[in-house]
């Protein structure tokens, strides 16, 4: 919220915070200000502005202690913990998907509409590489929404590469943005890929329900699965689970190993275009349709929790819009496009009343 002449404005919260586990958490809202608050949100220690909204995720450089924001105009800033300003550049493309680091070879590297891929010094901001990208099919025919490309967020291997997806392909480049390989997938992609260290492989998912099983090294396709409906929310992975949803909400595990179907969840698939997350016990977490984040075991994919946002506030929508994140001190965010930001508090491990 903000506060005009004594009157609060809702401010959409369409970024998942970054937590700073035992300190706070840092928070962007769409009204461009970035704000670092207090664990249980009742003290803000600093605000500063970008010069646009902020919807792609903040990125945590753990190493440095620095927090980066991406604003939709292109501008990529990077704060310490004190909210120092330590480096800031445009890339002067519009950034909605998630940046992603490469930590052993201090890259940050960016998805951004208009079909690029920029990657950044972590250290000082400086660009280190400016590519374009495959653009979608319909980009020739005057589609509408080509310009609107890549929505999937970049993933990182162990290796330093990035998985980069964009229009109807996936694509492997190097940290310094050469191509290594691609794949066209015949379908658009929005879900962020995952990379599964552990079996050289990284899967895509294209909107058709297919899960594209590729090896790490070459692209090569290694197998698929199909799930029976449009992906757009993005998967996650938890040993050797992977957590999938799709629009007709039903949330799918899928062994890695075996690639095979080994739960199915109906009704907790992540609200479209959020994500699953992991929380620090290796279970599953989503903003449900509902507006409410539910948690799913990852063996079994039961039911756990669900969390509850009515308030008794006047005028009070209880939904929340984007994927929660949880810090391992068991404080847990999320928000919504009404404006708010919530904090949740697990119980801690051990902590059981007497009988």
Same mark, same amino acid.
């Given at each position: !919220?903000?506060?005009?002449?004594?009157r609060?404005?809702?401010?959409?919260?369409?970024?998942?915070?970054?937590?700073?586990?035992?300190?706070?958490?840092?928070?962007?809202?769409?009204?461009?200000?970035?704000?670092?608050?207090?664990?249980?949100?009742? &003290?803000?220690?600093?605000s500063?502005?970008?010069?646009?909204?902020?919807?792609a995720?903040?990125?945590?450089d753990?190493d440095?202690?620095?927090?980066?924001?991406?604003?939709?105009?292109?501008?990529?800033?990077?704060?310490?913990?004190r *909210?120092r300003?330590?480096? $800031?550049?445009? /890339? %002067?493309?519009?950034?909605?998907?998630?940046?992603?680091?490469?930590?052993?070879?201090?890259?940050?590297?960016?998805?951004?509409?208009?079909?690029?891929?920029v990657?950044?010094?972590?250290?000082?901001?400086?660009?280190?590489?400016?590519?374009?990208?495959? %653009?979608?099919?319909?980009?020739?025919?005057? *589609?509408?929404?080509?310009?609107?490309?890549?929505?999937a967020?970049?993933?990182?291997?162990?290796?330093?590469?990035?998985?980069?997806?964009?229009?109807?392909?996936?694509?492997?480049?190097?940290?310094?943005?050469?191509?290594?390989?691609?794949?066209?997938?015949?379908?658009?992609v929005?879900?962020?890929? @995952? /990379?599964l260290?552990?079996?050289?492989?990284?899967?895509a998912?294209?909107?058709d329900?297919?899960?594209?099983?590729?090896?790490?090294?070459?692209g090569?396709?290694?197998? %698929?699965? #199909?799930?029976?409906? &449009?992906?757009?929310?993005?998967?996650a992975?938890?040993g050797?689970?992977?957590a @999938?949803?799709?629009?007709?909400?039903?949330?799918?595990?899928?062994d890695?190993r075996?690639? #095979?179907?080994?739960?199915?969840?109906?009704?907790?698939?992540?609200? %479209?275009?959020?994500?699953?997350?992991?929380?620090?016990d290796?279970n599953?977490?989503?903003?449900?349709?509902?507006?409410n984040?539910? *948690?799913?075991?990852?063996?079994?994919?039961?039911?756990?929790? #669900?969390? $509850?946002?009515?308030?008794?506030?006047?005028?009070?929508?209880?939904? !929340?819009?984007?994927?929660p994140?949880?810090?391992?001190d068991?404080?847990?965010?999320?928000g919504?496009?009404?404006?708010m930001?919530?904090?949740?508090?697990?119980?801690p491990? *051990?902590?059981?009343?007497?009988?």
């Amino acid at each position: !919220m903000r506060e005009d002449h004594d009157r609060p404005i809702p401010v959409p919260v369409c970024a998942t915070p970054a937590v700073v586990v035992g300190a706070g958490v840092v928070v962007a809202g769409y009204d461009g200000y970035v704000s670092f608050h207090s664990r249980f949100l009742d &003290k803000v220690y600093w605000s500063r502005r970008l010069d646009s909204p902020v919807y792609a995720s903040l990125v945590v450089d753990a190493d440095r202690r620095r927090v980066v924001a991406a604003a939709t105009s292109g501008l990529v800033v990077c704060f310490d913990l004190r *909210g120092r300003r330590v480096w $800031s550049t445009n /890339v %002067e493309v519009p950034v909605y998907a998630t940046p992603t680091l490469l930590p052993e070879e201090d890259v940050l590297v960016i998805a951004a509409f208009g079909g690029r891929c920029v990657g950044l010094d972590l250290d000082s901001g400086a660009l280190l590489f400016n590519r374009s990208l495959r %653009e979608p099919w319909h980009a020739g025919h005057g *589609g509408s929404a080509a310009g609107r490309d890549p929505y999937a967020s970049p993933a990182a291997t162990a290796g330093g590469l990035v998985i980069v997806c964009c229009a109807e392909h996936v694509l492997c480049l190097a940290p310094d943005g050469t191509e290594l390989w691609s794949q066209d997938l015949g379908h658009s992609v929005r879900a962020s890929p @995952v /990379v599964l260290d552990s079996q050289e492989q990284v899967v895509a998912f294209s909107v058709d329900g297919r899960c594209h099983f590729l090896a790490g090294g070459d692209g090569r396709w290694r197998g %698929e699965v #199909e799930l029976g409906g &449009k992906i757009i929310a993005s998967p996650a992975v938890s040993g050797d689970v992977l957590a @999938v949803g799709t629009q007709n909400d039903v949330a799918f595990g899928i062994d890695v190993r075996t690639r #095979e179907i080994v739960w199915r969840s109906p009704g907790y698939a992540p609200r %479209e275009y959020t994500s699953f997350t992991v929380l620090p016990d290796g279970n599953f977490a989503a903003t449900s349709a509902r507006g409410n984040a539910v *948690g799913l075991s990852r063996s079994d994919g039961r039911f756990l929790w #669900e969390t $509850s946002q009515v308030l008794g506030l006047a005028d009070h929508d209880p939904a !929340m819009d984007i994927t929660p994140v949880a810090g391992s001190d068991g404080s847990m965010y999320c928000g919504s496009y009404s404006g708010m930001l919530y904090h949740f508090l697990f119980r801690p491990e *051990g902590e059981v009343e007497n009988a």
